[in-house]
């Protein structure tokens, strides 16, 4: 997938909310060794480098053109490297996942593939997007199947009007007590957006869940793609503004001691 920073960026401040209340369930514990797993621009990384000045921070991202803004970040403790969520290395106090685990398939067994990378004592901390059921991927679901030969059977968590990977909280709960957590906090939450018409339901999901399927479009697919989906856009919501109540699902836990 190739990620633009710029449109990522774009409804910047309503993106940057659940992070920094994520951020805000972390106990004052002395980290020493965090890793902020699928960084993007860095911004949250370099704020975590920042709230734990004696640890050392690493960000860690698939995308080099979401790194090479990231790379603009500097602090002492603070460094970025591009590498796969999935082929992990190392351990760490603090495991830090802010909108990236979405992505990625099987959460139960990608959360038991993470765990041992958490020390002793250390703490993880998750929110992923929870609006899958949402009009919006409905309905991108549905353009995505119409070019499905367009598409060459690509699918984003299974078929390509398939279903997403992210769990409930009481399932996350679930699978992190099975893993040996203490001090579960799992919660959903919602992040309303007032947003300016389809066109504005649009310019957000170009940021994030249109990106693999242009990807993997020629240009001209693409716009014939964004076309057709806006156009359902304009069916579901007619009227000059849209009411976007975006569900997020955030997630701490600790490892115990032993």
Same mark, same amino acid.
């Given at each position: 997938?190739?990620?633009?920073?710029?449109?990522?960026?774009?409804?910047?401040?309503?993106?940057?909310?659940?992070?920094?209340?994520?951020?805000?369930?972390?106990?004052?514990?002395?980290?020493?060794?965090?890793?902020?797993?699928?960084?993007?621009?860095?911004?949250?990384?370099?704020?975590?480098?920042?709230?734990?000045?004696?640890?050392?921070?690493?960000?860690?991202?698939?995308?080099?053109?979401?790194?090479?803004?990231?790379?603009? /970040?500097?602090?002492?403790? #603070?460094? !970025?490297?591009? %590498?796969? *969520? +999935?082929? =992990? /290395?190392?351990?760490?106090? #603090?495991? !830090?996942?802010? %909108?990236? *685990? +979405?992505? =990625?398939?099987?959460?139960?067994? #990608?959360?038991?593939?993470?765990?041992?990378?958490?020390? =002793?004592?250390?703490?993880?901390?998750?929110?992923?997007?929870?609006?899958?059921?949402?009009?919006?991927?409905?309905?991108?679901?549905?353009?995505?199947?119409?070019?499905?030969?367009?598409?060459?059977?690509?699918?984003?968590?299974?078929?390509?009007?398939?279903?997403?990977?992210?769990?409930?909280?009481?399932?996350?709960?679930?699978?992190?007590?099975?893993?040996?957590?203490?001090?579960?906090?799992?919660?959903?939450?919602?992040?309303?957006?007032?947003?300016?018409?389809?066109?504005?339901?649009?310019?957000?999901?170009?940021?994030?869940?249109?990106?693999?399927?242009?990807?993997?479009?020629?240009?001209?697919?693409?716009?014939?793609?964004?076309?057709?989906?806006?156009?359902?856009?304009?069916?579901?919501?007619?009227?000059?503004?849209?009411?976007?109540?975006?569900?997020?699902?955030?997630?701490?836990?600790?490892?115990?001691?032993?």
């Amino acid at each position: 997938m190739t990620w633009n920073p710029d449109v990522y960026h774009r409804h910047r401040t309503a993106r940057d909310a659940p992070a920094h209340d994520l951020m805000a369930l972390l106990p004052p514990h002395p980290y020493r060794s965090v890793v902020d797993l699928g960084c993007g621009t860095g911004q949250h990384t370099l704020t975590l480098s920042r709230q734990f000045p004696e640890a050392q921070v690493l960000g860690l991202d698939s995308s080099a053109e979401m790194l090479a803004r990231a790379s603009e /970040h500097h602090a002492p403790n #603070l460094t !970025f490297q591009q %590498a796969d *969520l +999935q082929d =992990l /290395h190392g351990t760490f106090d #603090l495991m !830090f996942s802010n %909108a990236a *685990l +979405q992505w =990625l398939p099987d959460h139960p067994a #990608l959360l038991e593939r993470l765990w041992p990378h958490l020390n =002793l004592g250390g703490m993880l901390a998750v929110q992923v997007p929870s609006n899958h059921d949402h009009p919006s991927h409905r309905l991108l679901s549905e353009t995505a199947d119409e070019f499905r030969e367009e598409l060459a059977g690509f699918t984003r968590f299974g078929p390509v009007a398939g279903h997403s990977p992210v769990l409930t909280p009481v399932q996350y709960a679930e699978v992190l007590h099975h893993l040996g957590a203490t001090d579960i906090v799992a919660m959903s939450r919602v992040y309303p957006v007032v947003l300016p018409g389809a066109e504005g339901v649009l310019d957000w999901v170009r940021g994030t869940a249109l990106v693999p399927y242009l990807g993997r479009l020629t240009p001209e697919d693409g716009a014939r793609f964004e076309a057709a989906y806006l156009a359902r856009l304009k069916a579901e919501w007619p009227d000059p503004e849209v009411y976007y109540p975006f569900l997020r699902t955030l997630f701490v836990a600790q490892k115990p001691q032993g």
